[in-house]
């Protein structure tokens, strides 16, 4: 692969902010690569929009857990609307995410790509499935504390948390869809590019949807 990575955090159907942050980065598809942390989808208004671009240009995705819920047939009030907003398309589009890795491993740039995290003392490959797309803490301490690499793993799902940047580790979730920024990284350069939210789209506290 002789493409830089462009990997980005959490979108959550935020599609205006994530051409935000393209444009923001000077994302070019001749010289980058795209890829996405998981939760493409739900609680923003344009999951259907998110998923075509992640498309049209052939990014690497891992499955996050809103994905994961959708996929199992979870009816809470916005994955309900992206299940109407890709209407004719669910199957189909359910049947793309299946296909998709719960991680990715990039050799050549000493690098691991999940949605939640790692669990302590596994490699990605020992994980559940459960661990790789919905991980935090471990006891009261966040699961990256005993990541030890050799490889830096970039991560998202945990907005509470935001930004990470550690040495071995790089959280990417900085809670767009709650009106915070979304957040992606240069591969391995290193930079850091966001873009701030349009609005907030989904709030935490009442748990309902802005739109």
Same mark, same amino acid.
């Given at each position: 692969?002789?493409?830089?990575?462009? %990997?980005?955090?959490?979108?959550?159907?935020?599609?205006?902010?994530?051409?935000?942050?393209?444009?923001?980065?000077?994302?070019?598809?001749?010289?980058?690569?795209?890829?996405?942390?998981?939760?493409?989808?739900?609680?923003?208004?344009?999951?259907?929009?998110?998923?075509?671009?992640?498309?049209?240009?052939?990014?690497?995705? %891992?499955?996050?857990?809103?994905?994961?819920?959708?996929?199992?047939?979870?009816?809470?009030?916005?994955?309900?609307?992206?299940?109407?907003?890709?209407?004719?398309?669910?199957?189909?589009?359910?049947?793309?995410?299946?296909?998709?890795?719960?991680?990715?491993?990039?050799?050549?740039?000493?690098?691991?790509?999940?949605?939640?995290?790692?669990?302590?003392?596994?490699?990605?490959?020992?994980?559940?499935?459960?661990?790789?797309?919905?991980?935090?803490?471990?006891?009261?301490?966040?699961?990256?504390?005993?990541?030890?690499?050799?490889?830096?793993?970039?991560?998202?799902?945990?907005?509470?948390?935001?930004?990470?940047?550690?040495?071995?580790?790089?959280?990417?979730?900085?809670?767009?869809?709650?009106?915070?920024?979304?957040?992606?990284?240069?591969?391995?350069?290193?930079?850091? %590019?966001?873009?701030?939210?349009?609005?907030?789209?989904?709030?935490?506290?009442?748990?309902?949807?802005?739109?």
């Amino acid at each position: 692969m002789n493409e830089e990575l462009f %990997v980005v955090g959490d979108v959550q159907g935020c599609y205006q902010e994530l051409l935000d942050l393209l444009a923001a980065a000077r994302f070019d598809r001749a010289r980058h690569r795209l890829v996405f942390v998981g939760d493409l989808i739900n609680r923003g208004p344009r999951s259907k929009e998110v998923l075509a671009l992640a498309r049209a240009e052939d990014a690497l995705v %891992v499955v996050g857990n809103h994905e994961e819920a959708l996929v199992s047939g979870y009816a809470g009030e916005t994955m309900s609307r992206v299940r109407a907003e890709l209407g004719d398309a669910l199957d189909e589009t359910i049947a793309w995410i299946r296909t998709w890795p719960t991680f990715l491993r990039f050799e050549p740039l000493s690098l691991i790509v999940v949605h939640a995290g790692i669990a302590p003392g596994k490699r990605p490959e020992e994980c559940t499935r459960a661990e790789l797309t919905r991980i935090r803490t471990v006891g009261d301490k966040p699961w990256f504390d005993a990541w030890r690499g050799p490889e830096t793993v970039v991560f998202g799902h945990w907005a509470k948390l935001g930004k990470v940047d550690r040495p071995l580790v790089k959280g990417l979730d900085t809670g767009c869809v709650y009106g915070g920024r979304l957040t992606g990284i240069f591969w391995p350069r290193g930079e850091w %590019v966001s873009a701030p939210a349009r609005q907030q789209w989904f709030d935490p506290i009442a748990h309902v949807a802005r739109w």
